[in-house]
């Protein structure tokens, strides 16, 4: 495996491109929602003192950065004219849609980013650092950090309060039908079976379109229109 400290690659670049969409699309948008939370949290994560994500800061570097530029590739795909990845499709077509709400549109990002960009962010990775996805699987696990406290920001800032949360509303059954570890768990299966496809062009090319039809399925349901 290379020496991953002279492989690192800075995040800032991402970072500020985030903050660049914060402060340039409106509040209510969708792709704003799931921005705004994922910016707080890399920054929140970023800032504990003595911490960091990873123990090795080469890993930590390159792999978000890898991870946030496939969502920021999507952004440039749709300002661009053309068409992001299907998992990020449903948050573009809906995101001013008034019948779904923010919770939804957070839902629905981290749903793509997980299931989709995490598994190909791995394999990039791989690829960049000549390595095994077993040799990464710890840096894997310390993505969970990340993605965990993503999920926490996502239910305390935009979840409704218990008062207003009611067992009949659609948005109940709709969060307890995903799940952050079973989305986990999927992205890792996914990225250790495209790493074993790898010498098999077609096949992986076959594996990657219906992983990323499959989350986009996913992304659609969750930002069905809801009543009030």
Known sequence: MAQLEHLSTPVDAVVS????????????DGVAVFNRVYLTVTEEIDRRPGTGRFRDPGAASTLDALFAERYLS????????????????????FRRHPGVRPLQFALAGVNAHIGHDLALAVVDACRTWDCEPAELEGEFDRVGDLLT??????????????????????LTHLLGAWSLERARDA???????????????DLTR????????AVGFAGRMMLTPLPD
């Open 149 to 170: 406290a993503l999920e926490e920001r996502v239910r305390e800032d935009l979840m409704p309060g218990p008062d207003l949360l009611r067992i009949a509303d659609p």
């Open 74 to 93: 999507a952004v440039d795909a749709v300002a661009d004219g053309r068409r992001p990845p299907a998992c990020w499709r449903p948050l573009f077509q």
């Open 206 to 213: 076959e594996f990657t379109d219906r992983l990323d039809a």
């Open 17 to 28: 491109r985030m903050r660049a969409l914060d402060t340039d699309l409106p509040a209510r």
């Open 187 to 201: 992205t890792w299966a996914a990225a250790r079976a495209l790493w074993a496809l790898r010498r098999l062009p």
